[in-house]
């Protein structure tokens, strides 16, 4: 009912800069939290950034100061500005999206992305 649709990774030098987009579709009435994980070979899915309908933001300590979160509300879109990037930054980058699907129902649906490469290497 909802597709997430991760796109901007690739393979950048160390204290280069990436941009990621996530864009969501399908049955969607309105979204509330939208977020980014990352997950290393061998490691645990980990938080890297979330922000609220209303634009309040939380970070990684790993990332502050050098991501930055934002949204575009009328295109369901979730967008991480990665700055100054690092080898330690190298993962697999996941959005993911709560969705109310229908105005009659207050139920939200925790939504998933497949992920896109993020290589920071020389």
């Known amino acids: 009912q909802v597709q997430l649709v991760e796109s901007g990774g690739g393979l950048v030098q160390p204290g280069g800069s990436l941009r990621l987009s996530c864009a969501a579709s399908?049955?969607?009435?309105?979204?509330?939290?939208m977020g980014w994980y990352c997950q290393a070979p061998g490691k645990q899915r980990d938080l890297v950034a979330v922000?609220?309908?209303?634009?309040?933001?939380n970070y990684a300590d790993s990332v502050k100061g050098r991501f930055t979160i934002s949204r575009d509300n009328a295109k369901n879109t979730v967008y991480l500005q990665m700055n100054s990037l690092k080898s330690e930054d190298t993962a697999v980058y996941y959005c993911?999206?709560?969705?109310?699907?229908?105005?009659?129902?207050?139920?939200?649906?925790?939504?998933w992305g497949q992920g896109t490469q993020v290589t920071v290497s020389s």
């Open positions: 399908g049955t969607i009435f309105s979204i509330n939290r």
């Open positions: 922000i609220t309908s209303g634009g309040s933001t």
């Open positions: 993911n999206a709560v969705v109310r699907l229908r105005p009659t129902s207050s139920n939200e649906f925790l939504y």
